[in-house]
Nanobody, 112 residues
Framework: QVQLVESGGGLVQPGGSLRLSCAAS????????MGWYRQAPGKERELVAI???????NYADFVKGRFTISRDNAKNTVYLQMNSLKPEDTALYYC??????WGQGTQVTVSS
């Protein structure tokens, strides 16, 4: 099973940007869906964005127009570019491969 490691989280002010990375331990070329989920304290894990092997993307309504998911098969890496961040985006962000493999998460905190 592929191992996933997220990075790029941190503390950012409202309106700021972050780029999250998810590095896979082996080729993601044959992985159908790569995605990002998040979980805020006291809340359930929720889908943020997914990208299919053919490049089709889907986003949760609350991030449309602000976040962009992309995948670089040559680098075995998936990215989440997050712009116009809001305090409600504060959460632990997880990467997933086909909703079977999961990373440990990277913390994103949006606060002034």
């Amino acid at each position: 099973q592929v191992q996933l490691v997220e990075s790029g989280g941190g503390l950012v002010q409202p309106g700021g940007s972050l780029r999250l990375s998810c590095a896979a331990s082996k080729s993601i070329f044959t992985i159908n869906v790569m995605g990002w989920y998040r979980q805020a304290p006291g809340k359930e894990r929720e889908l943020v964005a997914i990208i299919h092997s053919g490049g089709i993307t889907n986003y949760a309504d609350f991030v449309k127009g602000r976040f962009t998911i992309s995948r670089d098969n040559a680098k075995n890496t998936v990215y989440l570019q997050m712009n116009s961040l809001k305090p409600e985006d504060t959460a632990l962000y997880y990467c997933t491969a086909d909703f079977v493999a999961w990373g440990q998460g990277t913390q994103v905190t949006v606060s002034s």
